[in-house]
């Protein structure tokens, strides 16, 4: 299976999955019950769409290529990659409830630069790393005035 269609049938079940599960999140008590709602399934429609063409995309150019072309298939260093970034993932949602937003975005955001784009761009891997948790920090809690855990 191409990597392409492999990624995008991946991402139209989960956008599936986080759709569906998004119906099972608390209503609002004020206002308009389904408000909370909307963003998680708009977000997992929209994976699910994206994902679903890049299958037709994929789909489309496979019957195009001749037969006998080679099909690139994944290497060592993608996989790492893929597991990698899932693993971190997992980790990053084990961890958000029980340390915080900034110790566990600080960990997730490091570990993950550092693993796309090396150790050896530490320094600008901790620049964004600092930058993007800290804005988004600042985002939420001081001008949205949205506690975080």
Not at 16 to 24: E, K, L, R, T, W
Not at 85 to 108: K, M, N, Q
Request: glycine share 10%; with cysteine; net charge positive.
């Amino acid at each position: 299976m191409r990597p392409n269609a492999l990624v995008g049938f991946t991402a139209f079940f989960v956008g599936i999955v986080y759709a569906v599960q998004a119906f099972h999140l608390p209503k609002a008590m004020i206002g308009n019950p389904w408000a909370p709602v909307y963003f998680p399934i708009g977000l997992g429609v929209l994976m699910a769409a994206l994902g679903l063409l890049l299958v037709v995309l994929e789909a489309r150019k496979g019957l195009r290529n001749l037969e006998g072309v080679k099909r690139p298939k994944f290497q060592a260093s993608s996989l790492k990659l893929i597991f990698g970034a899932a693993g971190l993932c997992v980790l990053y949602a084990l961890l958000f409830e029980r340390v915080g937003f900034i110790p566990s975005t600080l960990v997730f955001l490091g570990a993950l630069l550092s693993l796309i784009n090396g150790p050896k761009a530490w320094k600008i891997n901790t620049l964004i790393t600092l930058g993007f948790t800290f804005g988004a920090w600042y985002t939420f809690v001081k001008l949205f005035q949205i506690n975080l855990p």
